[in-house]
T-cell receptor
Framework: KQEVTQIPAALSVPEGENLVLNCSFT??????LQWFRQDPGKGLTSLLL?????REQTSGRLNASLDKSSGRSTLYIAASQPGDSATYLC?????????????FGTGTKLQVIP | GAVVSQHPSWVICKSGTSVKIECRSL??????MFWYRQFPKQSLMLMAT?????????EQGVEKDKFLINHASLTLSTLTVTSAHPEDSSFYIC??????????FGPGTRLTVT
């Protein structure tokens, strides 16, 4: 059974700081990995998608890496801003028994202090 | 990017009644949609995978007779919570699968059962 863990569970940083969020998964047979942000009481916003054959993806101040063999992904946020405050979730995508299955991580709650 | 809508965004119902939640992919066809629920301060948990024209695949521990899923067309899936009880109160989120197996999420539906 796939298990996805995110460390740390919560993080508080001053504005302007660079930071790294970690995601680890136990089964490396994944199809892709996505990073999302979730604002309180809201749905999910997709940030970055990394296919299993890729090692990283970049979008603006965000950079996500994937090391499938070691079961790890990181989300790097450069020059953090108060608007980055949210919960960040990673999710891995697999095909299990012929069906697609997505497993979410436990989330990292980020607070960027002005 | 692809857009997924959910309706209603918020619903309050009395215990014992049934509630239907709609999930629509607005600008693309989705052969597969997913339903998740999220309890406060917890990550999303997959409830079921909905495939157009066939029966939904439910995750272990999810009562298929209580959470009825119908995927009648390539752009619409519905989740009906039958005989709702207060413990069914939760945030329900749907997603639709894109061509690269990426997930596009709806904004979520907050269900409160009194």
């Amino acid at each position: 059974k796939q298990e996805v863990t995110q460390i740390p569970a919560a993080l508080s940083v001053p504005e302007g700081e660079n930071l790294v969020l970690n995601c680890s998964f136990t089964d490396s047979a994944i199809y892709n990995l996505q990073w999302f942000r979730q604002d309180p009481g809201k749905g999910l916003t997709s940030l970055l998608l990394i296919q299993s054959s890729q090692r990283e993806q970049t979008s603006g101040r965000l950079n996500a890496s994937l090391d499938k063999s070691s079961g790890r992904s990181t989300l790097y946020i450069a020059a953090s801003q108060p608007g980055d405050s949210a919960t960040y979730l990673c999710a891995v995508d697999q095909v299990v028994g012929g069906y697609q299955k997505v497993t979410f991580g436990t989330g990292t709650k980020l607070q960027v202090i002005p | 990017g692809a857009v997924v809508s959910q309706h209603p965004s918020w619903v309050i119902c009395k215990s014992g009644t049934s509630v239907k939640i709609e999930c629509r992919s607005l600008d693309f066809q989705a052969t597969t949609m997913f339903w998740y629920r999220q309890f406060p301060k917890q990550s999303l948990m997959l409830m079921a995978t909905s495939n157009e024209g066939s029966k939904a695949t439910y995750e272990q521990g999810v009562e298929k007779d209580k959470f009825l899923i119908n995927h009648a067309s390539l752009t619409l899936s519905t989740l009906t919570v039958t005989s709702a009880h207060p413990e069914d109160s939760s945030f329900y989120i749907c997603s639709a699968r894109g061509r690269r197996y990426e997930q596009y999420f709806g904004p979520g539906t907050r269900l409160t059962v009194t």
